[in-house]
C-alpha cells in the first residue's frame, strides 16, 4: 500500500471528479506536484489525480508538463463535472455481469465480486452514482505485483503493464496477458461487463463475463447474486 491517507487520496480524486485532472481517464495514479524527494509531504492542496500516461509526462525528469500547469488542471480537471465521468451512472441499479453471476448494483459502500481462498481479489464500491473498482494482481508465484484500490493504480514491480480506456471500458493487462481486468459499460442495456485473470497461490483463476474456470478445469457457470450481499468465493485447493 501506499503510505498516502485515505482521507488525502479521496480528497485527491473528488476534486478531479474521479479522473485523470488533464484527460478524464478512470484509472489514475496520484501525484505528489512537489516531488517527495524534496519534501516528504501529503498535502492535497500540492497533489494531483492523473492517469499513468500523464504521470510520466508530470514526472520530475520530464519537460512535458510544468508545475504550473498542474495546478491549473487541479482547478480546472477534465470532468469538470461527475456527470462527465463515464463511470458515473445516473442509472439507479446498473447490472454486473461477472462469471456467470449477475449481480444488480444498488448504492452501497462497497461490495465483494470475487474471493479465492479467502481473500477478496475484486471489489467494488458504488455511492452517489459513482463506481470505484478495487483488485489485488498477484503473480504465479504469490507475490503482490499490482493493485487497483478505488481505481487508483499502484504497481509494485518493474513489470509492463498496459492501461487503456476509451469512454466506456478500462482494460488492465500485465504485459504477458497472463493476470489483467477488463471492465465495460453498455449504456444502452445499463449492463456492466467484467472479465479478468487472477493468479491467487500459484492457481489461475480465468473469469469471463459468462463463466469463471479454474484449477482442476472446474467451472461455475450461471450463478445468480440475489441481493449481491458476498462474493463469487472460489476454492482452488
Ligand atoms: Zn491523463
Redesign the pocket.
Known amino acids: 500500500m501506499s503510505d498516502i491517507p485515505e482521507p488525502v487520496r479521496r480528497e485527491v480524486r473528488q476534486e478531479a471528479n474521479f479522473g485523470?485532472a488533464?484527460?478524464g481517464?478512470p484509472i489514475i495514479e496520484i501525484h505528489h506536484i512537489v516531488p517527495r524527494s524534496e519534501e516528504e509531504h501529503n498535502d492535497p492542496e500540492r497533489m494531483i489525480a492523473?492517469?499513468r500516461?500523464?504521470h510520466e509526462l508530470a514526472g520530475p525528469q520530464a519537460e512535458g508538463i510544468t508545475p504550473d500547469q498542474l495546478y491549473e488542471y487541479k482547478k480546472d480537471p477534465y470532468n469538470s463535472d461527475l456527470v462527465d465521468y463515464d463511470f458515473y451512472f445516473e442509472s439507479e441499479t446498473p447490472l454486473v455481469e461477472f462469471a456467470g453471476c449477475k449481480c444488480q448494483l444498488r448504492d452501497l459502500d462497497e461490495m465483494s465480486i470475487l474471493s479465492v481462498n479467502g481473500e477478496d481479489l475484486v471489489t467494488m464500491s458504488y455511492s452517489d452514482g459513482v463506481l470505484q473498482f478495487s483488485a489485488r494482481l498477484y503473480n504465479q508465484e504469490g507475490d503482490l505485483v499490482a493493485e487497483l484500490n478505488e481505481n487508483e493504480w499502484i504497481a509494485y514491480t518493474e513489470d509492463v503493464w498496459d492501461l487503456t480506456y476509451n469512454g466506456n471500458q478500462f482494460k488492465i493487462w500485465h504485459d504477458k496477458r497472463d493476470i489483467g481486468i477488463e471492465i465495460r459499460y453498455n449504456s444502452d442495456t445499463d449492463r456492466l461487463f467484467m472479465r479478468g485473470n487472477f493468479y491467487k497461490d500459484g492457481a489461475l483463476v480465468r473469469a469471463t463475463p459468462s463463466k469463471i474456470v479454474f484449477p482442476g478445469n472446474n467451472q461455475v457457470i450461471g450463478c445468480t447474486f440475489i441481493d449481491c450481499g458476498g462474493a463469487l468465493a472460489l476454492s482452488t485447493k
Open positions: 485523470c488533464i484527460c481517464n492523473l492517469c500516461n500523464h
